[in-house]
């Protein structure tokens, strides 16, 4: 239970700037003010509009505060591996490469597996899918946030519901002056927070739509990813993240490396949550749902 509820923390959370990087120019006079939402938009979709699947080793630090109020130190290594746009996520930590976590998703259900005391997996739909999971397990955060703390989704286009405003920041990111782009999006806020130099992403915070913080991202060291199917499209994507989630009192870092985009990983396996039942020796299966909120089986 310990473990659970801060290794979910971390998750549901989780995974990563402020390079200038080459290819690319910040709008002209960009750092004298506030700049367009299509300025900073052309810049991410530079970032990542065709980054459609990514696969990287994944170093996981955790610092947090179990359901009995023992604080804990854990880490790990793994691998974080997206597809889009089906929205598949998959983050695995482990020592000795053996897996003992493994949270991921598909377009319709997120899941949770747990090797650490018992081999238990908890899986629900995504609609409705943070209640449901904060109610009954303890998970602040889903799979698909490691996306949007990242900053790794596409921005809306400019002109149509649901573009960000750009306005100036009020958030510390040691000196480096930043400009927000707040995005209102169906029961909460997302706020990026560029350099307002290069307009790279240094940081997210996820807000509830009355404005609790929800969890906080800071982003470092934009790397480039190796694109091994077109080498002619350059993604860039933030590899050092540290993410704090006040309701878990737990703060998780991420390093990632050897980022890759190519046809033979991600394996369609680590989003398959029956394989991964079998695969992993699952003994207990928790459901969460609206109809059946805990109805608890065994694995087939």
């Known amino acids: 239970?310990?473990?659970?509820?801060?290794?979910?923390?971390?998750?549901?959370?989780v995974a990563l700037g402020g390079c200038q990087s080459a290819g690319w120019h910040a709008a002209e006079g960009a750092s004298a003010g506030i700049p367009t939402y299509d300025a900073v938009y052309e810049r991410a979709e530079w970032r990542v509009g065709d980054l459609d699947r990514l696969w990287a080793i994944?170093?996981?630090?955790?610092?947090?505060?179990?359901?009995?109020?023992?604080?804990?130190?854990?880490?790990?290594?793994?691998?974080f591996q997206v597809v889009r746009p089906e929205t598949q996520v998959a983050l695995t930590i482990g020592k000795l490469?053996?897996?003992?976590?493994?949270?991921?998703?598909?377009?319709?259900?997120?899941?949770?597996i747990n090797r650490?005391?018992?081999r238990v997996a908890y899986v629900g739909a995504q609609a409705?899918?943070?209640?449901?999971?904060?109610?009954?397990?303890?998970?602040?955060?889903l799979p698909t946030d490691l996306l949007i703390l990242a900053d790794l989704n596409r921005w809306p286009e400019p002109g149509i519901s649901g573009a960000g405003e750009v306005s100036r920041s009020d958030r510390d990111f040691d000196h480096v002056r930043t400009v927000m782009v707040e995005f209102d999006e169906p029961?909460?806020?997302?706020?990026?927070?560029?350099?307002?130099?290069?307009?790279?992403?240094?940081?997210?915070?996820?807000l509830t739509?009355?404005?609790?913080?929800i969890a906080r991202s800071t982003l470092k060291n934009l790397m480039r990813v190796d694109n091994r199917i077109d080498p002619t499209r350059p993604q860039w994507v933030p590899t050092r993240l540290v993410m704090e989630i006040p309701s878990a009192e737990s703060r998780v870092e991420i390093e990632l490396s050897h980022l890759e985009m190519s046809r033979r990983r991600p394996k369609a396996v680590v989003f398959n949550f029956d394989e991964l039942v079998r695969r992993f020796g699952v003994k207990r299966i928790v459901e969460i749902g609206l109809d059946d909120p805990r109805r608890i089986g065994r694995a087939p």
Do not use: K
């Open 187 to 206: 029961g909460r806020r997302r706020r990026v927070y560029l350099n307002a130099q290069n307009f790279d992403p240094v940081g997210v915070d996820l």
């Open 97 to 112: 490469g053996e897996v003992y976590l493994l949270l991921g998703c598909d377009a319709q259900r997120f899941w949770w």
């Open 128 to 141: 409705e899918a943070r209640e449901l999971a904060l109610d009954q397990i303890g998970v602040p955060m």
């Open 1 to 13: 239970m310990a473990m659970r509820r801060a290794l979910l923390a971390l998750v549901s959370t």
């Open 209 to 213: 739509d009355s404005g609790e913080l």
């Open 116 to 118: 650490t005391e018992e």
């Open 58 to 79: 994944a170093s996981v630090g955790l610092r947090y505060v179990d359901a009995e109020g023992d604080r804990h130190r854990d880490q790990g290594e793994g691998h």
